[in-house]
């Protein structure tokens, strides 16, 4: 079974600083990689993707790759509070190289 | 560009009656769309890919004779719930996958989701 591992939270961070979302996936030839932001009631929002291993910034998000130990993170600098939200670590299916399957998250709550 | 829609956005029923669930990509053909299902707390659990012209795959443990799914063209894709019970509430929502080439690295769309409530 391909699993996606978070933790679910909730981590709580103060206005200003960075946010560090950590997810490990099983599958060593997992390729691509998601970071979706879902608001509560609402369907998940993409925010980056990375295939490389290293880093790769857009904004105030970075993402980091490490695919020798399974293992991809979420920097958000300068937290705000309309971060607040659960992140979701998604890995495209190998076999398929379609299928997305989702971390369970991790609840996000910046705080003033 | 690259919009997803699905209708109705909320919808409550009885137990034992049939619900049916449309995701349209907007401005964009998707030869696939996936439907995933949500409970609360949780994370996004892929319930059935669909292909256009060609029967859905349907994840293991999900019935598809309960949840029927037709994609019959390039932008519309159905989900129909069958008999829905109390245990079929759930947030479902729908995600497109552009024809091969036109978007990076295979990256879905995601529609807003539907809420389903049987009663």
């Known amino acids: 079974q391909k699993e996606v591992e978070q933790n679910s939270g909730p981590l709580s961070v103060p206005e200003g600083a960075i946010a560090s979302l950590n997810c490990t996936y099983s599958?060593?030839?997992?390729?691509?990689f998601f970071w979706y932001r879902q608001y509560s009631g609402k369907s998940p929002e993409l925010i980056m993707f990375?295939?490389?291993?290293g880093d790769k910034e857009d904004g105030r998000f970075t993402a980091q790759l490490n695919k020798a130990s399974q293992y991809v993170s979420l920097l958000i600098r300068d937290s705000q509070p309309s971060d607040s939200a659960t992140y979701l670590c998604?890995?495209?299916?190998?076999?398929?190289?379609?299928?997305?399957?989702f971390g369970t998250g991790t609840r996000l709550q910046v705080t003033l | 560009g690259a919009v997803v829609s699905q209708h109705p956005s909320r919808v409550i029923c009885k137990s034992g009656t049939s619900v049916k669930i449309e995701c349209r990509s907007l401005?964009?053909?998707?030869?696939?769309m996936f439907w995933y299902r949500q409970f609360p707390k949780q994370s996004l659990m892929l319930m059935a890919t669909?292909?256009?012209?060609?029967?859905?795959?349907?994840e293991q443990g999900v019935e598809k004779d309960k949840f029927l799914i037709n994609h019959a063209s390039l932008t519309l894709s159905t989900l129909t719930v069958t008999s829905a019970h109390p245990e079929d509430s759930s947030f479902y929502i729908c995600?497109?996958?552009?024809?091969?080439?036109?978007?990076?690295?295979?990256?879905?769309?995601f529609g807003p989701g539907t809420r389903l409530t049987v009663l």
């Open positions: 401005d964009f053909q998707a030869t696939t």
């Open positions: 599958d060593r030839g997992s390729q691509s």
């Open positions: 998604a890995v495209i299916d190998t076999g398929t190289a379609s299928k997305l399957t």
């Open positions: 995600s497109a996958l552009p024809l091969t080439g036109s978007s990076s690295y295979n990256e879905q769309f």
């Open positions: 669909s292909n256009e012209g060609s029967k859905a795959t349907y």
């Open positions: 990375i295939y490389s291993n």
